[in-house]
């Protein structure tokens, strides 16, 4: 049976507000995005047009004729990659800031490294679309790949190494 003495055990004191900031945090954005910002569009709209248009002007420079029509980027009148909520990033910028959060820390060090971290991976994240686009056009075989596994296992890996240096010297304010 658990006691308190067999939790405290299991989860060391320093531990517990990390883990219960993290499922307050998971728990709040989880019914935010669900019932407020999902419902609205807001910020799905602006962050997919924003990397629509990130892909697009990163294609023209090595492509003359990029257009765009709703959510799809077209090189030279083909459609190469159409930009969905579910791949601008949101959920991972989310995810990486929330467990900025999880972590007592000063407020300029959490703003740096969300500024920081949100613009890695919108930058990632179009350079990607715009890599996939120039795939797609090819008929490259390995697009389903890129778009599903490599790309995943890059943007994630540089996520992981923000919060390796964002928890590798830690700046906590003490009472």
Known sequence: RNTPNTINKILP??????????????????LLYKYVLAPSGIPDNQLSKLVQEGTAIMLSWFYPNITQLGTVVYIDGVASVSIGHQCNGLELAALYIGFLLCFPTNLKKV??????????????NVIRCAVLAVMYIN???????????????????????????YTKNPSVKHA
């Open 111 to 124: 703003l740096i490294y969300s500024i920081v971290g949100f613009l890695a991976i919108y930058i990632l």
């Open 139 to 165: 008929h490259n075989d390995l697009t389903d790949f890129a778009h599903h596994y490599a790309f995943k296992l890059i943007i994630y890996a540089v996520v992981f190494y923000g919060w390796v240096l």
């Open 13 to 30: 004191a320093n531990i517990r507000p990390i883990i219960i900031r993290g499922i307050l945090l998971i728990l709040g954005w989880t």
